[in-house]
């Protein structure tokens, strides 16, 4: 403690000690005091209102250290503070700290108080948790809320699965509530929160960008219960607040598809990682969603520990360890949140695997691992009127069977002699599923298609090509799988035909905005295949090849606005000289001058004479396999035959030459 001193014969003489009280103007508690931030513990007592609402319970006088220096005049009396209203008890927790009125020490509330608040406080309340959930009454009786703190057992092999069913072994359930711990002992650093984490911007602009998120977004990405976030949102009441890692999160997506706030991403990304980082959370299901909406941001070309791919594994983790992809029927979790893990759980299961075709890496989940209902319509009544609920559920059901082609199909110990069989249960899975969609996720003959139901089919018609283009290892004798089939070029040029028309009508509607990070992978699997064709010797198919390549040229310098890493993309395809090279893609000399890949339309001459030409069938036939010259090795049992092979291709042409050649020469 510092001595004060005082003015006297013209030098400083000490004082005796003296106890050190802020001042009446500058009165903090030491939370706010580190945070910078108002405190008004002198008019409402303490807990001032900050700690009060978010449940800090160290609210006490900052006692700030004084250097010895000359003071005008004598300490003022300390102005008296009231002591604060009684504690809801229901939503505080922690030890609290109280001036009194007649003494100058401080008052700490009774522990019977503090346990009949429900929640573990102890001085270490890491001591005191195992215990009392394994010596508490009524263990699977305890409703799981969001007042509570929830534990999954883990499978049999887990020691507290092993003392739970000592206790009462009919049990059958893995989810059980215990004691909250305090945010002291779960939080990392809590004190060194910045005071910009708690900010909002003006009601207007929350508004705004939370309209701009429910109608845009969580429609066909429903993490979130639109009525009931919502419902928290409009009703200000201090005891049941929305979440703030939520409230950050969701305002983060809004200005992702809301160009007069797309600034303000990187700001609300960056206060809803810190509430991540520093654990300030209580409820971990919060965390797995927000998780998933962070998924929408790009902060670099970081790949592995940031963006989508990082925070895809962090959801997974938690939703594990939660016990998310166990059935949670038997267990005493309320209804509203069992209807929320499991719409939550799926999603993340299609953003698993999506994510995990976008780079070739490893699944993270692994779904014989889980025993989770399949998603039912029931399980989005609560996110808003304009829930795309057909569309979430067909969605898993195609990433569910994509998921088990992928692990087969391009696992490490995948055999060679099983993959064209396992294309051909694959080709026979996805048309039964094709087959099956309802007709309002079909996509329909119109010059404008809907947001949802394209963005189905782009997944479907990636994975066509990622599945039948050629595989990039040589074949040998005992492994020529890696030639194409009788119908992989069909099949290729018309999903990535398919995944351009989508993409041109998304432009022309701005929905663009709306896709999600797997859009990317879409388009650029429908570019490496139309770059390809754009080298075809027979002058038809290249002019075909050219609209089309120009057309997702242009959709990808739009998508670029909006995600950061699309820009590499771009100019991979603007600049790379290897694209550009003659021979990448042909063995042959072209019948057409190849001109660069990024030029409109209108600089290609169009061949000599007009309308269509007599297709040569040796020049078609030697068209696919000119694409990848990896392909062009033995093993011609699976090449493709020239008759075949225009007759798959007569379609993709014979019904727009003359339109292409009237463009051409318009141009």
Request: glycine share 4%; net charge negative.
């Amino acid at each position: 403690m510092s001595n004060a001193m005082s003015p006297s014969d013209g030098g400083h003489e000490p004082q005796s000690p003296s106890p050190l009280r802020p001042r009446a103007s500058k009165a903090a508690c030491s939370t706010c005091h580190q945070r910078k931030v108002k405190c008004d513990a002198q008019v409402v007592g303490f807990p001032c209102s900050s700690c009060r609402k978010h449940q800090r319970s160290d609210c006490v006088w900052h006692q700030k250290r004084r250097r010895v220096t000359a003071r005008p005049a004598h300490p003022q009396d300390p102005v008296p503070i009231r002591q604060a209203l009684p504690i809801d008890v229901e939503h505080w927790s922690g030890d609290v700290e109280v001036p009194s009125h007649s003494a100058g020490h401080v008052q700490t509330r009774s522990a019977e108080t503090a346990r009949a608040s429900g929640y573990a406080l102890a001085e270490d309340g890491t001591k005191r948790h195992l215990v009392e959930f394994i010596d508490q009454e009524g263990l699977g009786d305890r409703p799981i809320d969001n007042e509570a703190r929830i534990s999954y057992v883990g499978t049999d092999i887990s020691n507290i699965n092993f003392l739970v069913r000592q206790t009462d072994q009919q049990l059958i359930v893995y989810h059980f509530t215990t004691n909250r711990i305090d945010r002291r002992f779960t939080a990392h650093e809590p004190d060194r929160i910045p005071a910009e984490v708690f900010e909002l911007p003006e009601k207007m602009i929350v508004d705004e960008l939370l309209r701009a998120y429910f109608k845009k977004i969580n429609p066909g990405f429903p993490v979130i219960d639109e009525d009931r976030f919502l419902k928290q949102y409009h009703a200000r009441d201090p005891t049941d607040p929305p979440s703030l890692l939520l409230l950050h999160a969701i305002l983060m997506v809004g200005a992702h598809v809301t160009e007069a706030y797309k600034d303000l991403k990187a700001t609300f990304f960056r206060r809803a990682k810190i509430l991540i980082d520093s654990r300030f959370e209580r409820n971990r299901d919060v965390v797995v969603q927000a998780a998933l909406l962070l998924t929408w941001h790009s902060d670099g070309p970081e790949d592995v520990a940031a963006n989508a791919w990082h925070w895809i594994g962090v959801a997974a983790r938690l939703a594990l360890g939660l016990g998310m992809h166990r059935n949670a029927e038997p267990s005493t979790l309320v209804e509203h949140n069992k209807k929320m893990w499991r719409r939550v759980w799926w999603l993340l299961v299609q953003c698993d695997l999506l994510i995990a075709l976008q780079y070739g890496r490893p699944l993270a989940i692994n779904l014989d691992d889980a025993d989770v209902l399949p998603p039912k319509p029931s399980d989005y009544d609560s996110c808003g009127p304009t829930v795309e609920v057909s569309y979430a559920i067909a969605l898993t059901d195609l990433c569910i069977i994509l998921r088990d082609i992928y692990r087969k199909f391009f696992g490490p110990h995948s055999s060679s002699s099983n993959r064209n069989s396992t294309l051909v249960e694959a080709d026979n899975a996805l048309a039964r599923w094709s087959l099956m969609l309802p007709h309002s996720l079909r996509l329909q003959p119109t010059s404008t298609l809907e947001l949802w139901p394209s963005t189905l089919h782009l997944v479907y018609n990636t994975a066509l090509v990622l599945f039948h283009r050629p595989r990039p290892h040589p074949a040998t004798p005992s492994s020529p799988s890696s030639l194409p089939g009788a119908n992989d070029a069909e099949i290729c040029s018309a999903a990535a035909g398919t995944i351009q028309a989508i993409f041109e009508s998304l432009a022309e509607s701005n929905a663009l905005p709306s896709l999600w990070v797997f859009s990317l992978t879409s388009l650029f699997t429908a570019m490496i295949q139309l770059s390809a064709e754009v080298r075809f010797s027979n002058p038809l198919l290249a002019i075909a090849a050219v609209r089309r390549y120009d057309s997702t040229l242009y959709s990808l310098r739009t998508l670029a606005k909006y995600w950061p890493n699309a820009e590499s993309i771009l100019h991979f395809f603007e600049h790379s000289q290897r694209l550009q090279k003659n021979n990448v893609h042909t063995q042959a000399p072209p019948l057409i001058s190849p001109q660069p890949l990024a030029s409109p339309p209108s600089v290609r001459e169009p061949p000599a004479e007009d309308g269509p030409q007599d297709v040569n069938e040796e020049h078609i036939a030697k068209d696919w396999r000119q694409l990848f010259p990896f392909t062009e090795t033995i093993g011609t049992e699976r090449a493709v035959h020239g008759s075949e092979f225009l007759e798959n291709w007569q379609g993709m042409y014979w019904d727009e030459p003359w339109d292409l050649w009237e463009e051409v020469r318009m141009n």
